[in-house]
Structure formats: structure tokens, C-alpha cells
């Protein structure tokens, strides 16, 4: 998706919070993770919504692709119609980055500006930043650490099959699209095994949180 230099964007420079990427494969289980750790007190920032707010009707980048794009990408519900929208940048290259070129710098700046705000709030804040792609799409400088949410391929076809009522043969095509959650584990700075059931995936985070709450402990006391 995005070129690294599109997301040069600085946090603020103190070391005092921690912003943690929370990824993983489709259906490994970012979600569920994600909000056991906002339970914990991690505040959330979710890519998926940020995408989505910074092309709604009456934002800039939405009126920037219509009219690149024609009226033909807006929906009955006069909203962008993103499956529309990826279909026609499917295979397209160049229109693709044009598209990208409208939104990633826009979602960045809205995520630079929610961790300033959360931060403002908490200075010790350890924020989520919940992105899908972030391997994908070179994301990790915008991270202190990564954590990957890491089930089986089986079990991703498995539970994607479940919870989206699709075929294996789909879910198996979803899969083969993506980076193979191994290869996303292997960079991982934590990983959590969302194998086993909720309560055996709940000991884990919560020793994680523990983990990162002394990393930040004894990077105050290192000064
Ligand atoms: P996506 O990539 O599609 O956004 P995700 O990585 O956020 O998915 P979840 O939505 O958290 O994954 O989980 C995928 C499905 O698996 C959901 O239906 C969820 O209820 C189920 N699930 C998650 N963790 C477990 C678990 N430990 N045991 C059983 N089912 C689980």
C-alpha cells in the first residue's frame, strides 16, 4: 500500500508514553485482544476507523476522489463506495497511489493527532494503535513495539469461515492475499496465542500489560 516516506510523520518527543501496533492476520483475533488491553486502560486507535472518517461526505479527501474518480464511487447511501473504490484500484497502479496519495497522508495526521490529544491526557499513557497492514505498509516507525495477535492458518480459516459465513475456499483466497501471519510473528516484538480459548488469551495480555507497564518503569528510571 503506502511508500514508508508517505508516513514521515513525528510524534511527539517524549519517551515517557509507549505507543504499541497491535496486528496480526485476518480473524487472528486484533479485535478482541485490542479490547482486552483497553480494558487494561490502553486507549485504542483504530486504522480501519480512521480510513473510513477521513473519506466520509463533507471531508476533503471525499470531494479530492470523486473528483478524480467520478460520481460513480459514491453509494447509494451518499458515501464513498469502497468496494467500488478498491475494485477500480485493484489493478491499477497508478491510480492507486493517487488514491493513496489523498488518504494515507490524512489518516496519518489523524492519528498523530489523537496520540498528541490521549497523551496530553495521560503523559504515560501506552496507546494501541490497531493496524491491520501495518507490515504491509511499512508502519512499524510509527510504533515504540508490535504486537502480533497470532493464531494457526487453519484456525484463521476456521474462524473466518465462522464468523463471515464464507467458504473454506474463500477464506483459504483471503488468506493466500495476505502476508502469512508466520512470516508477521517472526517481526513481532510480543505475540499474544489467540489459539485456546478467551480466558487463556486474557493471562497472556494481562501479563503483557504487565510487561510493558515495568518496560516503562524502568525506562523512567534509566532517564
Ligand atoms: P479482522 O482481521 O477480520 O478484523 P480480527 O483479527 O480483529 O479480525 P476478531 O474479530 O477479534 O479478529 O476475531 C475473529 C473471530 O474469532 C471473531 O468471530 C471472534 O469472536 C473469534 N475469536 C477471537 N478470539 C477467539 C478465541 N480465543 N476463541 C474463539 N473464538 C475467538
Redesign the pocket.
Known sequence: MAERDHWDFPLPETSDFLVLGVT???????????HMLAELGAPMIDF?LLAREVVAPGQPAFQEIVDYFGQEVIGEDGALDRMRLSGIVFRDPTRRRMLEGMTHPRILAAFVHQVRQLIEKDPHAIVQAVV?LLFETHLEPLVHKVLV?Y?SPDTQVD??T??DQISQEDARRILDAQMPIDQKAARADFIVR?????D??RKQVTALWQQLKEMQRLDAQAG
Open positions: 496480526g492476520g485476518i480473524a487472528s483475533g486484533k479485535t478482541t485482544v485490542a480501519d491491520p495477535v493464531v474462524r473466518l465462522r464468523r489467540n489459539e485456546g480459548g478467551l487463556e488469551t
